[in-house]
T-cell receptor
């Protein structure tokens, strides 16, 4: 069973540009979550999609957006990049087991903003 | 707002020693998960506990969920260099949202 695939793995952008990251969840998983991970702030929840609908949203500015397609693949977009957006962006697909939301993460997309 | 405090933030010990990592909150969680993350990779689920007082063992790792479901601990016996990584706890909140601890960076020296 293939895991969660994130592309690209690494990318470098300059301030003011925009970026789109892609995530393919585990086959059959309909929920996809996105997280930002930085050394200083830890793992910060961005948003969660389920069956093409945003189900939950974290406390990030509107520059951060996402969507989910009918095949459960998801993309997130960050517009007008700032230096502080440099981070590892993680995608996770999930399922409910014994009442717990169990996540399987991808390897992440490492974004550097210059 | 639900918060999870993890301690210690950083731990460096010799191979063969024992260690315990803690995850504490004033809030009750429906479940508690532990993940391990290695450099360049995403976190990988180690265990999920859902019952207060529950203890689960995974080889040399022992996980405990507090009776009141507000805290959890991860104990590693006879640590090995392969245990090195970032350990994250996550509590199950309302609507299946996860509340994350800040992580414990563990280094096991040979």
């Amino acid at each position: 069973k293939a895991g969660v695939t994130q592309t690209p793995r690494y990318l470098i952008k300059t301030r003011g540009q925009q970026v789109t990251l892609s995530c393919s969840p585990i086959s059959g998983h309909r929920s996809v979550s996105w997280y930002q991970q930085t050394p200083g702030q830890g793992l910060q929840f961005l948003f969660e999609y389920f069956s093409e609908t945003q189900r939950n949203k974290g406390n990030f500015p509107g520059r951060f957006s996402g969507r989910q397609f009918s095949n459960s693949r998801s993309e997130m977009n960050v517009s007008t990049l700032e230096l502080g957006d440099s981070a590892l962006y993680l995608c996770a697909s999930s399922f409910i087991s014994s009442g717990a939301n169990v996540l399987t993460f991808g390897a992440g997309s490492r974004l550097t903003v210059l | 707002t639900q918060l999870l405090e993890q301690s210690p933030q950083f731990l460096s010990i010799q191979e063969g020693e024992n260690l315990t990592v803690y995850c504490n909150s004033s809030s009750v969680f429906s479940s508690l998960q532990w993940y391990r993350q290695e450099p360049g990779e995403g976190p990988v689920l180690l265990v999920t506990v859902v019952t207060g007082g529950e203890v689960k063992k995974l080889k040399r790792l022992t996980f405990q969920f507090g009776d009141a479901r507000k805290d959890s601990s991860l104990h590693i016996t006879a640590a090995q260099t392969g245990d090195t990584g970032l350990y994250l706890c996550a509590g199950g909140g309302s609507n299946y949202q996860l509340i994350w601890g800040a992580g414990t960076k563990l280094i096991i020296k040979p």
